[in-house]
């Protein structure tokens, strides 16, 4: 979901706010990270239990520390569009868990 929302402001919008986000996904130049877990993120309002939603940002955050990511040159510049193809990547690493 969240590549194709980045793919989309990509063409459609300048800028983007990483709080939109419901995933606990930090946002840096040129790459993505973790955030520490908290039981007041609204990623656990996804789940029935903060034990659930660990569980959840145990395996995300696995999938985002072994990701090997290899961006192609692109000179447009656009964060919104790397976020959206890293955000790719992740989620065919995340489905082979």
């Excluded at 194709?4 to 459609?12: A, G, K, P, V």
């Excluded at 973790?34 to 955050?61: G, I, N, P, W």
Aim: hydrophobic residues 40%.
């Amino acid at each position: 979901y969240y590549a194709d929302y980045f793919r989309l402001i990509s063409e459609e919008a300048s800028y983007f706010v990483p709080a939109r986000v419901m995933m606990p996904l930090r946002f840096y130049q040129h790459a993505i990270g973790m955030m520490e877990m908290s039981e007041t993120h609204r990623f656990v309002s996804l789940f029935s239990s903060f034990a659930e939603a660990q569980k959840a940002y145990d395996m995300l955050k696995e999938v985002v520390n072994d990701a090997d990511i290899d961006l192609p040159d692109d000179d447009s510049n656009s964060y919104s569009k790397e976020y959206a193809l890293m955000l790719d990547v992740l989620s065919k690493d995340m489905s082979g868990k």
